[in-house]
Every structure is written in C-alpha cells, then in structure tokens.
C-alpha cells in the first residue's frame, strides 16, 4: 500500500473568540459518468503536522462515546474506510469506504445543536466522529444513509482531546451514482436533509439560507458582458471575466458557496475522472487561505489558525483518495481497491513526504 499524510485538525474549530469558519467542499462528474469530491480542511491548533491517515478494517467493533463515556451505541463495521485522523484520534475531516461512500465533516458554528443526552438512550447515541465512522462502516450509498438516519441520536461529547475546542458539524455524504446530501442537526436535535446542490457546501448559516441566498447572485455567468452605450459613449468589458463581476471573494462561508458554485457550474466538460481529480484541485486552489490572511484575535499574523492545510479529492468511483498539504504541494494518494479490508490490521499511515521539499530541473547537455 502506498504510504500517504493526511493532515489533522480537520475540524475547522476556534479556541475562543470568533470561530475560523472556513472548510469548502464540491463535486464534479466527468463525461464518462465518473464522480470525485473535493474539500479544502482549515484550522489547527498549532503548526504541527498532523500527517496521518487512518486505515480502518471490515468487521471494526465500535463502541460510542456520550457524555458518560463508552457507554453508547455499539457496532460491527461492514465495510472498511480511509480516514484522516485528528489529533491522534481515528476519524477526521472526511472519509472514503471500500465502496465509494464518501463523508466529510464541515464547522457549522452558532447553528449546530445536538439532541440532549438522554441515559435511557444511551444505547443509541453517538458522538460527531461515532457518526461518521458509523456512516462510513456501515452504508454503500447515499440512499442506505438516508435510510438509516433516525436509528441514531448524535449528542454533544466535550472532547478534551481536541483541546477544549467545540465540535459543532455538518456533513456531506456522496456516493459514486453522484447522489449527494447534506444532514445538519439543529435546534435541539432536529435532524435537517438537504440534496448538496452541485455538491457544494461550506460552514454557517444553514444550508437552507445559502441555496436562498444563491438569489443574490442571478446575474453572474462565464458569458463576457456586452458592451453598451451611453450617450454616445461606447463602453465595453475591461478584459476576459467581465460576466463574472460580482463574485464575491472574500473567505467568509456565505462568499465562499457563492464562489464555489459558481466554479462548479462553470467547469469545462471533463473527459475522464482523472480529468475531474485534478480540476477539483485547480477549482479548490480559489479557496486556499494563506497564513495570517485570517488571523484571530490575539494572534499573531502568522499564526496558523483559520489557514488551508490541506486539499483533498476522492475518486468515489475508482475509490481513490488524493490529497496535497500546506507543507508539500505534490499530490498524494492511496487506492482503496489495493487494500484487501478484511485481512488488513487497523493502522495509522504516515507520509514520508518532506516539508516544503523542491526538485531540482536538470536541462539536457
């Protein structure tokens, strides 16, 4: 198996003061039918490298945390995964199964509320990241997902392994037919279902808010404007993009999703999935966040908090999963078909990839 990194703090938490909302996610298909997932991961607690990436085995015994402990909903995974790891732990900003099924976790601060702990129902209840290995070891597809939602209860965990960060979440789930939703859990416990529109999704408010507030942006299209005149004066576009005037730029999650789908619908067709692998990463390059750009408060300004670490893109329908970081921009990846999940031991990968390491260009005599 080919060794990966996968960076860590996928959570895009805050630690105090204001919350780095960042984390952009899409999806692209390729003319013959082939489907990837694409996402930026934001945030971390400090400047390390948190470079590994979780192999998990078919027939996994899972046991849930609650507030209590490990008393919560326990299971036997049907299906390995690949996971990034956080912090040490075993599941982090998004995953892919042996079957293509795709779930990423997105910072949804002053949104997110998770249903009460309930002892009596202990026995069905889960933590953020017991929801998502739960998902990924136990569906084929988005439908077998949407199915199921109702047989768990996801309620809050302070997890002081992740420094006393909260862990508010959303998440979007995909699989290789290009099906792909959105579940938030707001309000107490309610659980919200949304169809991912063009795949895209990014952090606070709702994902209801953002397809409304899509409205405002009406007039953009990759189309150049036409030129008009005025009083005689003949006013035509500056240069190429002119359609695109209005497109907000910013980093904050409502700019974002107008950005992003925006790109999305604007790709060119792709012949092949490999086509769609690496325009994902070209779209995501919009969305990189360099050091100090977003600083928070009290911080210095090349403090990492809030920058992009890491971008990843998985190939739901070849099951291959490729990613570069902040510290090494060449691509990486792991195909999950090499990966026999019923004999292979849980593990943690790391990457033996340099930081910031170059190679030279040699020219011919």
């Known amino acids: 198996m080919k060794r990966i990194l996968c960076i860590g703090l996928s959570v895009c938490m805050a630690l105090g003061g204001l919350p780095a909302l960042a984390c952009t996610g899409i999806s692209l298909r390729s003319v013959d039918q082939g489907v ?22 078919r ?9 209590q402990g490990p008393n919560g909903m326990s299971w036997t995974g049907r299906f390995g995964f690949v996971t990034m790891t956080a912090y040490g732990q075993d599941y982090g900003p998004d995953g892919l199964n042996e079957h293509g099924l795709y779930v990423g976790m997105y910072y949804l601060p002053g949104f997110a509320d998770y249903a009460s702990y309930d002892p009596a129902q202990a026995k069905r209840s889960v933590s953020v990241g017991d929801f998502m290995q739960w998902m990924l070891s136990s569906f084929r597809t988005v439908a077998d997902v949407r199915s199921r939602l109702n047989d768990v209860r996801v309620v809050r965990v302070d997890d002081p392994r992740f420094g006393g960060a909260d862990l508010p979440f959303h998440w979007k789930i995909a699989d290789p037919s290009g099906a792909s939703i959105v579940v938030e859990i707001v309000e107490g416990g309610q659980l919200k279902v949304y169809d991912a529109f063009l795949g895209v999704i990014t952090n606070s408010p709702t994902y209801d808010w953002h397809l409304t507030n899509l409205r405002n942006y009406l007039q953009l299209t990759p189309a150049p404007r036409e030129a008009v005149t005025v009083d005689s004066l003949k006013l035509s576009p500056l240069g190429a993009g002119s359609g695109m005037v209005g497109l907000p730029g910013d980093f904050t999650p409502p700019s974002r999703f107008v950005r992003a ?28 966040i360099p050091l100090g750009t977003v600083a928070p408060p009290g911080k210095i300004a090349q403090d990492i908090e809030s920058a992009t670490q890491i971008t990843s893109v998985s190939d739901l329908t070849n099951r291959v999963y490729y990613f570069h970081t902040m510290h090494s921009r060449e691509v990486r990846r792991i195909d999950l078909k090499r990966i026999d999940f019923s004999k292979v031991q849980q593990q943690v990968v790391d990457d033996p990839a340099a930081p910031r390491a170059t190679r030279e260009i040699r020219l011919s005599r």
């Open 59 to 67: 027939g996994k015994a899972f046991q849930a945390l609650t507030p």
């Open 36 to 57: 990837v997932v694409g996402r930026t991961v934001e945030w971390a607690l400090s400047d390390a490298r948190h470079n590994r990436l979780a192999v998990i085995p």
């Open 261 to 288: 789908v925006a790109l999305t619908a604007s790709a060119r067709p792709l012949s092949s999935t490999e086509d769609a692998v690496f325009e994902a990463f070209r779209i995501l390059d919009s969305f990189n």
